[in-house]
């Protein structure tokens, strides 16, 4: 047997070894794409009572702003039209609409993007390799995100988020605050993973979870564009409480019980030994 004819038995078998990973990368690629419909099993929004910071690692400065807002505020007509960050993706009741733009000679995916709903942003996750702005660069509501696989999941980072809110209570987001989303797909279920860190407002990393389910209905999910209008009598004055003067702030502890050191967000609250405190605080 010639060195030609040997060569060309041994290619074929690398051949279709390499056709056999790029459509398993493909595959995995487009797996995403879809209409997702929310699953709400779980409590995100945290709105129920005004002073709600359960789960939130905050530290003593986001706790004496986040107990300083007024939900009033959302009444002033330069603050209507203000959005929620980019982490609202899994906190809000909508669902997801992804779709995927593909390079039309190669075929592979440029960019993923995650439909806007009124008051959240699109988020295009870059997959092209691109490097994230300088942080001189222009903070956005969505951010600036970018994406790599590892395996079958699909893992995404951002950054450039303007100053926002943890959570509709108060609870406040630096523009220095990154975001980290997880995206695990089980047959029809998708479960996005939230890793947020911020250095000026939150002790530790917080960590959320929301499942979505493959939905055969499409999503249309950009709505009609804000439209401002007053709302209030509030005039010239913004709505806010001082220090110590938040008349809300047992609320939690008098309707469930909820200690206000977990109410207000304190990060040992977040641990199973803070449990063994509970049970003295019942004594």
Known sequence: MGPNNLFDKMKWPACALLALTLCQTAHAQAELVGSWAARNHEFLTGDGLPVDFTGIPLNDEARARALSYSQSQLGMIERQCQGWPAFYVVQGPFGLKIWSDTDPLKGNVISYTIGGWEDRPPIVIWMDGRPHPSQYSEHKRAGFTTGTWEG????????????????????????????????????????????????????????????????????????????????????????????EKNPFVDEMTTKYGVPRDAAIGKPETLYPEYRKKMAQLKQ
């Open 152 to 243: 079958n999941t699909l893992v995404a980072y951002t950054t450039h988020m303007k100053p926002g809110f943890l959570r509709k209570t108060g609870a406040p987001s630096s523009d220095q605050a990154t975001m980290t989303m997880r995206f695990y797909r089980h047959g029809d279920t998708l479960t996005v993973m939230v890793v947020i860190e911020d250095p000026i407002y939150l002790a530790e990393p917080w960590i959320l979870s929301r499942s979505f389910q493959l939905s055969a209905t499409p999503l249309t999910p950009i709505g009609p564009p804000c439209i401002t209008a007053s709302e209030s009598t509030l005039g010239e004055t913004v709505p806010h409480y001082l220090p």
